[in-house]
């Protein structure tokens, strides 16, 4: 059974930092671009980053740039999303997916595969 799991969320204070891991079974990673995705409350899911299947290249939401890393590690059969300077505003409940193609061309309009998210709330 293919499956992605989330794990990683968790209660964090503005300014603070954590990884999301995105760990796959009952199929290979490597072949696959994988986005983060979130949802906040009353708000539509958007996409938050994406990665090709090899690593090479990946891209990354304006509202995120420049404070969220995403990386994989093909050997784990796992993908990350590191978070810093997180704000209030990235409280959301955060989904990975994997696509069956190896590029995140268009990563938004449609994945294959999702996981059941974790909650990640900033607050003081």
């Known amino acids: 059974q293919l499956q992605l799991v989330e794990s990683g969320g968790g209660l964090v204070q503005p300014g603070g930092s954590l990884r999301l891991s995105c760990a796959a079974s009952g199929f290979t990673l490597e072949y696959y671009a994988i986005g983060w995705f979130r949802q906040a409350p009353g708000k539509e899911r958007e996409g938050v980053s994406c990665i090709s299947s090899s690593g090479g290249s990946a891209n990354y939401a304006d509202s995120v740039k420049g404070r969220f890393t995403i990386s994989r590690d093909n050997t784990k059969n796992t993908v990350y999303l590191q978070m810093n300077s997180l704000k209030p505003e990235d409280t959301a409940v955060y989904y990975c997916?994997?696509?069956?193609?190896?590029?995140?061309?268009?990563?938004?309009?449609?994945?294959?595969?999702w996981g059941k998210g974790t909650l990640v709330t900033v607050s003081s």
């Open positions: 997916a994997a696509r069956v193609l190896p590029h995140c061309s268009g990563y938004v309009y449609g994945m294959d595969y």
